[in-house]
Protein backbone atom coordinates (compact mmCIF):
# COMPACT_ATOMS: atom_id res chain seq x y z
CA UNK A 1 0.00 0.00 0.00
CA UNK A 2 0.85 3.53 -0.66
CA UNK A 3 2.00 6.07 2.06
CA UNK A 4 -0.42 8.53 0.84
CA UNK A 5 -2.60 9.35 -1.93
CA UNK A 6 0.04 11.54 -3.83
CA UNK A 7 0.51 8.77 -6.44
CA UNK A 8 -2.98 7.92 -7.25
CA UNK A 9 -3.95 11.92 -8.43
CA UNK A 10 -4.11 12.48 -11.86
CA UNK A 11 -2.57 15.52 -13.61
CA UNK A 12 -6.20 16.47 -15.15
CA UNK A 13 -9.56 17.65 -13.32
CA UNK A 14 -11.25 15.85 -15.91
CA UNK A 15 -14.23 13.76 -14.18
CA UNK A 16 -14.14 10.32 -15.54
CA UNK A 17 -10.08 10.66 -14.51
CA UNK A 18 -10.53 11.61 -11.39
CA UNK A 19 -13.37 9.21 -10.29
CA UNK A 20 -11.18 6.40 -11.64
CA UNK A 21 -8.82 8.16 -9.36
CA UNK A 22 -10.65 7.51 -6.20
CA UNK A 23 -11.54 4.16 -7.74
CA UNK A 24 -8.43 2.94 -8.04
CA UNK A 25 -6.42 4.67 -4.91
CA UNK A 26 -5.01 2.42 -2.42
CA UNK A 27 -3.39 5.49 -0.71
CA UNK A 28 -4.78 4.46 2.77
CA UNK A 29 -6.61 1.71 4.91
CA UNK A 30 -10.16 3.28 3.89
CA UNK A 31 -10.52 1.01 0.71
CA UNK A 32 -9.82 -2.09 2.56
CA UNK A 33 -13.53 -2.85 3.47
CA UNK A 34 -15.48 -0.61 1.50
CA UNK A 35 -17.03 -2.63 -1.79
CA UNK A 36 -17.14 0.49 -4.26
CA UNK A 37 -15.58 4.29 -4.48
CA UNK A 38 -18.31 6.48 -3.75
CA UNK A 39 -17.42 9.54 -6.37
CA UNK A 40 -20.26 12.27 -6.01
CA UNK A 41 -23.38 13.33 -8.48
CA UNK A 42 -24.89 15.94 -9.68
CA UNK A 43 -24.68 18.53 -12.40
CA UNK A 44 -20.95 19.05 -13.47
CA UNK A 45 -21.47 22.90 -13.14
CA UNK A 46 -23.50 23.22 -9.93
CA UNK A 47 -23.12 26.74 -8.34
CA UNK A 48 -23.01 24.59 -4.75
CA UNK A 49 -21.40 21.74 -3.78
CA UNK A 50 -21.21 19.69 -0.30
CA UNK A 51 -18.38 17.41 0.67
CA UNK A 52 -18.72 14.71 3.25
CA UNK A 53 -16.19 12.52 5.07
CA UNK A 54 -16.29 9.20 4.44
CA UNK A 55 -19.17 7.24 3.01
CA UNK A 56 -21.13 5.03 5.35
CA UNK A 57 -22.27 1.23 5.12
CA UNK A 58 -25.45 2.50 3.12
CA UNK A 59 -23.19 4.90 0.34
CA UNK A 60 -20.78 1.64 0.05
CA UNK A 61 -23.68 -0.61 -1.35
CA UNK A 62 -24.97 2.01 -3.10
CA UNK A 63 -22.61 4.05 -4.34
CA UNK A 64 -24.04 7.14 -4.16
CA UNK A 65 -23.66 9.83 -1.29
CA UNK A 66 -25.58 11.04 1.41
CA UNK A 67 -28.05 8.13 0.87
CA UNK A 68 -27.21 6.95 4.82
CA UNK A 69 -28.95 8.49 7.98
CA UNK A 70 -26.46 11.45 8.20
CA UNK A 71 -27.32 11.91 4.04
CA UNK A 72 -31.09 12.17 4.95
CA UNK A 73 -30.79 14.83 7.92
CA UNK A 74 -28.98 16.55 5.51
CA UNK A 75 -31.26 16.87 2.28
CA UNK A 76 -34.03 17.29 5.19
CA UNK A 77 -33.95 20.92 5.06
CA UNK A 78 -35.84 22.50 2.27
CA UNK A 79 -32.99 24.55 0.47
CA UNK A 80 -33.16 27.89 -1.33
CA UNK A 81 -30.79 29.80 -2.55
CA UNK A 82 -30.81 33.63 -2.20
CA UNK A 83 -29.21 35.43 -5.52
CA UNK A 84 -28.43 38.55 -4.01
CA UNK A 85 -26.81 37.63 -0.73
CA UNK A 86 -25.00 34.15 -2.21
CA UNK A 87 -26.10 32.13 0.64
CA UNK A 88 -28.31 29.14 1.17
CA UNK A 89 -31.00 28.55 4.22
Known sequence: ???DAAEFVPD???LS???RAVR???GCELHANATQA???????RARVMAVGEQPGDREDVEGEPFVG???RN????SW?????ARTCT
Open 24 to 26: DCR
Open 74 to 77: WTAP
Open 1 to 3: MAS
Open 38 to 44: VFGSGPV
Open 80 to 84: TADST
Open 12 to 14: TRE
Open 69 to 71: PAG
Open 17 to 19: ALA
